[in-house]
């Protein structure tokens, strides 16, 4: 089964207008087959290359010359973390393909980790190249494909596990990928980090998942340092395995919650690092409030525009806001999220939602109730619903 992906119609139009593109996103969560269904109908014609495949590296032993004879076609690079000495290659053979009039849709760049290939590409193709980051299916890309919101809860958004036979066969497959990032993925990135203390630290965070991070705690139970529980954080939040939420300041005068919150980005890997197989284990668990937060925070940012910022705002005296949508330097969208389809919404969210001076308030759930306004002005609404209404862009007021 193969699900249609939103970002499908970004990616073509960020190829069509740029001399490079890099796709990132975590391993398996559909960056190749996207990127293949885009070469096979691109109009000029396209070259993939797997740079995991020997056979496809050794076709770039001159890769200067193999890359300008591509031209006009699309070159699309797989792994190109792989070979990294190859960026300097490509800004010669973009500024040489522009002076030939080739201007725009030279290469598409795929890679597991984002940060690595964000400094490599913006260092070596300033002015070249543009991102585009492909998450887990999303609620609306399910939904459009029949399969109910609370089996993408359970199972996550990487395609393999989400339309696996069973969940039994789901949780399996996820298992799977979490020993190929410690195996495969941990010893390229960071050789120094221990598999088994990451694979610890990953497992801890899925038990606070949406949780202000207390490095010291961490560390502690871990035997090691702040700063290296800082570092090997960094390494999972590159690989798109996890997300830190910083916190939004205002200029109110009051004590601001300085920690971030961290997040397992995708729901299913959090489950299977909790040893959770089916819906029932989820919902009997003391985790899954914090697991529908996590789902929801991932889903909601995913589908809101690109040039907004999300962070989380906390005070001292316990007001709270879980997600901030933040436009042009300003709170837009406050969301509080609950696990139960009857929510009612808390003093502390109306206040913090005031220090904000947001007006578009949001309480989501994972029902698909109608929407409705609470007498204080606040939205209550299906998270599958506030997503529609992110990715369209409009109609976000519930007054």
């Known amino acids: 089964m193969v699900i249609e992906r939103f970002k499908a119609q970004e990616l073509r139009r960020r190829v069509s207008t740029s001399a490079a593109t890099v796709l990132l996103g975590p391993r398996q969560v559909g960056k190749t087959t996207l990127a293949r269904e885009l070469a096979d109908s691109w109009p000029g014609g396209a070259t993939y290359l797997d740079l995991e495949r020997l056979a496809d590296r050794r076709r770039l032993d001159d890769a200067d010359a193999y890359l300008r004879n591509q031209a006009p ?235 907004w910022q999300a962070h989380h705002y906390r005070t001292a005296t316990g007001n709270e806001v879980d997600l901030v949508l933040v436009e042009g330097g300003r709170p837009h969208t406050a969301v509080e999220v609950k696990l139960s389809t009857a929510p009612t919404v808390s003093a502390g969210f109306h206040r913090a939602c005031d220090d904000l001076g947001v007006e578009n308030r949001w309480v989501v759930h994972p029902g698909a109730e109608d929407e409705y306004t609470t007498s204080g002005g606040v939205g209550v609404i299906g998270l599958g619903a506030l997503v529609a209404k992110l990715r369209e862009g409009a109609g976000l007021s519930a007054a």
């Open 73 to 307: 076609h699309l070159v699309v690079l797989d792994e190109v973390h792989r070979v990294p000495e190859l960026f300097a290659t490509l800004r010669g053979v973009i500024d040489d393909n522009r002076r030939a009039g080739f201007r725009t849709g030279q290469f598409l760049l795929l890679g597991s980790a984002s940060l690595d290939l964000i400094q490599m590409s913006s260092e070596s193709l300033a002015g070249r190249v543009a991102h585009v980051e492909l998450s887990g299916i999303n609620v609306d890309e399910a939904a459009a494909d029949g399969i109910p919101p609370e089996q993408l809860w359970l199972r996550g958004g990487f395609p393999d596990s989400l339309t696996a036979h069973d969940d039994r066969t789901s949780l399996e497959w996820r298992q799977d990928l979490i020993r190929a990032y410690l195996e495969r993925d941990v010893p390229m990135f960071a050789p120094r980090i221990p598999a088994e203390t990451l694979r610890r630290l990953w497992t801890m965070l899925a038990h606070s998942s949406g949780g202000l991070l207390n490095a010291s705690r961490l560390a502690q139970s871990l035997g090691v340092s702040g700063p290296t529980v800082d570092r090997y954080i960094d390494l999972l939040v590159d690989l798109g395995l996890t997300r830190r939420l910083t916190p939004w300041f205002t200029n109110t005068g009051k004590r601001m919650t300085k920690s971030p919150k961290v997040f397992v980005r995708d729901s299913g890997l959090l489950h299977a690092l909790l040893e959770l197989t089916t819906l029932d284990d989820l919902l009997g668990h003391p985790s899954a409030g914090p697991s529908f937060e996590s789902h929801a925070v991932e889903s909601l940012i995913d589908a809101a525009p690109t040039s």
